[in-house]
T-cell receptor, first 116, second 113 residues
Framework: EAGVTQFPSHSVIEKGQTVTLRCDPI?????LYWYRRVMGKEIKFLLH????????ESGMPNNRFLAERTGGTYSTLKVQPAELEDSGVYFC??????????????FGNGTRLTVT | GNSVTQMEGPVTLSEEAFLTINCTYT??????LFWYVQYPGEGLQLLLK?????DKGSNKGFEATYRKETTSFHLEKGSVQVSDSAVYFC????????????FGRGTSLIVHP
């Protein structure tokens, strides 16, 4: 079984540019999550999809961030325009069922975004 | 709201030393508690979990006991190996409220031969 895959693994862009991150969850996992870790700080929740619907987007920092999951398969997270404080590692995770007690999250390797 | 506090790192140990990484939490409900590990170049993996008070989670020689009275879930291992070098994240999931895991800031462990 393929795990959660994220692309690209690294991205370096200039302030004001646009970047799109992609996440392919484990096949059959309806739940998809985006998290972000700024250097040395907590892994912060961004949003949660159930299939193609946004279940919870309370962690999205502002309207420069747009997440989509058309068709309920892979997801994209676009940052436009990027700012310096957007730098960090963006993690995607998926799970079969809602909740992590009996359905743990499976994480991708993350995308390291550097905005210069 | 929910929060997780971990000890600051990096923690640097020699091989076969005893490891403790402290974790305390604040939760409005009755959470489940987790430790995730991130090895270099990889994503986070679930290491162990505990779902109720006094439960002990264990895996790969690591253990953590759910202590409701002290709101703690400290990670321990009796004899660390170089291959244990990684970043360890404590997390909670409030099953009665938001089920989405809340993570700590991570503690980097470096084990020298």
């Amino acid at each position: 079984e393929a795990g959660v895959t994220q692309f690209p693994s690294h991205s370096v862009i200039e302030k004001g540019q646009t970047v799109t991150l992609r996440c392919d969850p484990i096949s059959g996992h309806d739940n998809l999550y985006w998290y972000r870790r700024v250097m040395g700080k907590e892994i912060k929740f961004l949003l949660h999809f159930v299939k193609e619907s946004k279940q919870d987007e309370s962690g999205m920092p502002n309207n420069r961030f747009l997440a989509e999951r058309t068709g309920g398969t892979y997801s994209t997270l676009k940052v436009q325009p990027a700012e310096l404080e957007d730098s960090g590692v963006y993690f995607c995770a998926s799970s079969q069922d809602r909740g992590s007690n009996n359905s743990p999250l499976h994480f991708g390797n993350g995308t390291r975004l550097t905005v210069t | 709201g929910n929060s997780v506090t971990q000890m600051e790192g990096p923690v640097t140990l020699s091989e076969e030393a005893f490891l403790t990484i402290n974790c305390t939490y604040t939760a409005t409900g009755y959470p489940s508690l987790f430790w995730y590990v991130q090895y270099p170049g990889e994503g986070l993996q679930l290491l162990l979990k505990a779902t109720k008070a006094d439960d002990k989670g264990s895996n790969k020689g690591f253990e953590a006991t759910y202590r409701k009275e002290t709101t703690s879930f400290h990670l321990e291992k009796g004899s660390v190996q170089v291959s244990d070098s990684a970043v360890y994240f404590c997390a909670l999931s409030d099953q009665g409220g938001s089920y989405i895991p809340t993570f700590g800031r991570g503690t980097s462990l470096i084990v020298h031969p």
